[in-house]
């Protein structure tokens, strides 16, 4: 049985939260503190964390930046922001997926079942994916840019093979949310596009290109690399050829 840490305050959030996952056949321990959930993280080892980052004593940002230096568990964030500021700083810490406050609890529980399922499935093992210079070792979820790695977060990584798997095909928010969050719930578009922002800063000008397909989705392309051309003497002989 897996086991989800819920890591919030607010009781009838952890209370609503252990329904539904323990429906799903998860383990739930919870936790109403930042430092009681460090302990708690020590004590049961879970295979997911969901935090919340407004917390007594010790807040969210703080825990996630603890949790991920002791490795790799994923990271479900909550956040009361409507806009993307606590998002993106969560992610940057090394949250994998975030949840914006008020919530379906349906959709949590997606995104949850969904990373689990994504972790047992990669130890299976499929054949690397090649996008340019972009190399992706799905067994062991792996990315790397002209042989250097590149830093991704779990969700990044699922939604840059995503894309990589049929490259120059677009596919839609709605496409992308159903196969990389596990839910087809529109509203949640946003998240797509700031994980694709975040992508595309870490494959940088030299990497495959993210391209926005404006009114439908992203497709990804592999960069075009501008040979230079013959200068001085090797450009007359050029030209007199």
């Known amino acids: 049985m897996k086991t989800v840490l819920v890591v919030d305050d607010e009781r009838n959030i ?33 295979d997911l964390v969901v935090l919340d980052l407004m917390l007594p004593r010790l807040d969210g940002y703080e825990v996630c930046r603890e ?38 609890p349906r959709v949590l529980v997606a995104r949850v079942r969904a990373i689990l399922r994504r972790a047992e499935a990669t130890e299976r093992g499929e054949r690397p994916i090649e996008v340019g210079n972009l190399r992706i070792d799905l067994r062991r979820r792996d990315a790397t840019l002209d042989g250097t790695t590149l ?10 093979a995503a894309l990589a798997r049929d490259p120059g095909v677009v596919l839609t928010r709605d496409a992308l949310l159903e196969s990389v969050w596990d839910t087809d719930f529109a509203g949640e578009t946003r998240t797509v596009d700031v994980h694709v922002a975040e992508l595309r800063k870490k494959l940088g000008d030299d990497g495959p290109r993210i391209e ?27 030209a007199d050829d």
Do not use: C, Q, W
């Not at 939260?17 to 323990?22: A, H, I, M, Q």
């Open 151 to 160: 830093e991704l977060r779990a969700r990044e990584f699922d939604l840059l």
């Open 67 to 104: 949790i991920r230096r002791r490795g790799a568990t994923p990271i479900l964030i909550l956040t009361a922001r409507s806009d993307d500021v606590d998002a993106i700083v969560g992610l940057e810490l090394g949250a994998d997926d975030y949840v914006t406050k008020p919530f379906n």
């Open 212 to 238: 926005t397909v404006r009114g439908v989705g992203y497709r990804i392309v592999a960069a075009v690399r501008v040979m230079p051309g013959p200068t001085g003497a090797d450009a007359a002989d050029a």
């Open 14 to 46: 952890v209370d609503l939260l252990r329904l539904y996952l323990e429906k799903e056949g998860l383990a739930v321990v919870a936790a109403a503190d930042g430092e009681d959930a460090l302990v708690a993280f020590a004590r049961h080892a879970p």
